[in-house]
């Protein structure tokens, strides 16, 4: 069965370093996604990318976040200086362009900010 | 109000019993409603999925939408200690539309 697939599973960086999360979503899928889940919350809508573009982005994507499909298999999201606050369950998901809209997760990547 | 409610639980039942999860909403807009399951430290894994209002059924989960009270429920039957999770709903007003999600409910199964 297609799935999304996240790496690295885990990141350790220190405060005021640049991340680079990685995502290869299904691959006959057009719409693309980041959420986050901070430990105990709730998961939290971050950007949705279709077309090589933003379509619609969060508060909390504010300019230190940013979001490429540099080879047309990976989804990356960049964070230029993490803060602690960043620290997070960072999930890709993806969905058909002209589908149900069901959106399917990858398993994460745990960013720790020290 | 939040735009989504759910109760966070935790939900513990014995093995063999009928679960109902459910969520409120404020936002008349929304048309596209999801349950998932998340294990601990997992990604959320979709359920059901059920466009504007109706009942769904898929094996031993039922995924009901009342839009006129802004209230959906899946029910679980005969629950196994697998079932054991924590379940999101969620929901959005277009089919490529962010989802708003739920805090969630932790659901424990006990043999």
Same mark, same amino acid.
């Given at each position: 069965e297609p799935e999304v697939t996240q790496t690295p599973s885990h990141q350790v960086t220190q405060m005021g370093q640049e991340v680079i999360l990685r995502c290869v979503p299904i691959s006959n899928h057009l719409y693309f996604?980041?959420? $986050?889940?901070i430990l105990g919350q709730k998961v939290e809508f971050l950007v949705s /990318?279709?077309?090589?573009?933003?379509?619609?982005?969060?508060?909390? /994507?504010?300019?230190? /976040?940013? !979001?490429? $499909?540099?080879?047309? *298999?990976?989804?990356?999201l960049k964070i230029r200086s993490t803060k602690l606050e960043d620290s997070a369950m960072y999930f890709c998901a993806s969905s058909e362009r002209d589908g149900t809209?069901?959106?399917f997760f990858g398993e994460g990547s745990r960013l720790t900010v020290l | 109000q939040k735009e989504v409610e759910q109760d966070p639980g935790p939900l513990s039942v014995p093995e063999g019993?009928? !679960? *109902?999860?459910?969520c409120t909403y404020s936002n008349s807009a929304f048309q596209y409603f999801m349950w998932y399951r998340q294990y601990s430290r997992k990604?959320?894994?979709?359920?059901?999925?059920?466009? %504007? %209002?109706?009942?769904?059924? +898929?094996?031993?989960f039922t995924a009901q939408v009342d839009k006129s009270s802004k209230y959906i429920s899946? /029910?679980? $039957?005969?629950?196994?200690p697998s +079932?054991?999770?924590?379940?999101?709903?969620?929901?959005?007003?277009?089919?490529?539309d962010k989802l708003i999600f739920g805090t969630g409910t932790r659901l424990q199964v006990f043999p």
């Open positions: 996604y980041w959420y $986050r889940q /990318f279709y077309n090589n573009e933003i379509s619609e982005k969060s508060e909390i /994507f504010d300019d230190q /976040f940013s !979001v490429e $499909r540099p080879d047309g *298999s990976n989804f990356t809209g069901e959106l | 019993a009928i !679960v *109902s999860l459910n990604g959320p894994e979709l359920l059901m999925y059920t466009y %504007s %209002s109706g009942n769904k059924e +898929d094996g031993r899946l /029910f679980i $039957r005969d629950s196994q +079932d054991s999770a924590t379940y999101l709903c969620a929901m959005s007003r277009g089919n490529t």
